[in-house]
């Protein structure tokens, strides 16, 4: 009742006398009430724990997964990288298919947590699941933009990225992300992705004079770069022997 839930300590005992009694049908009805009448109850974390209590009474006592599913959604509006709603929605998902929904919950709970590992692990799930059952090479890039975006395993990320714009035939999408990679980066890591800039500029998008641009780039910061000179052969070829900028 009102009173019971009106103050922390009262809705304790009485749930502790509940679950004693193994009385699981009231105890979700007394946590039900007190998530939606208590005063105390509207603080983050007091909620979090009692979404979390009453998701684990509908699956564990009162084998209710369908409940409890209801209530680990619930739980992660509060708390999206929540482990025990997050491994519970996945096996539920994976269990009926539901891609899609399995994919929208990696992606989030990616924002969701701080841990760098879990971000790039919870990503390539994401990537996986984008490729192999939903068919979209879209939803793969998003997936790793979205990790490049927050700065974790950048490294990692970036070659995903590049392949997967590859792999769309994004050529314009990853001629521009290159250039930016390029901005941010100094040294042997710039040269290499400024190769493939200028193998993207030559074979993806055709644009000739954007790749001699960028191969002028790599020659004036290494001048005897066996690929670069390699690559300028072809643009100085596809010009022709008109082109006034032959010697």
Known sequence: GGSVIEKKESFREAAQRLARNRDW?????????????APWATQPEARGNLLADLARVYRDRLHDPVSAEAEFR???????SHPEALDFLVRRYRERGDWRALFDLRTTAVEATWDPRQRLEWTRDAAKIAAEHLHSPDLVIEAWERLFRLGDAEDDAARALSEAYRDARKWER?????KRRAASLEGTAQLVVLRELAEVNLSGLQECE??????????ALRPSDPIALLSMARVLAWRGPDDPELP
Not at 25 to 37: H, N, Q, V
Not at 74 to 80: F, G, K, Q, S, Y
């Open 25 to 37: 049908p009231a105890l979700a009805a007394l946590i039900r009430s007190g998530l939606e009448g």
């Open 174 to 178: 990853l001629a521009d992300f290159l």
């Open 74 to 80: 619930r739980l992660r509006e509060v708390a999206p």
């Open 210 to 219: 954007q790749a001699a641009q960028v191969l002028d780039r790599i020659l």
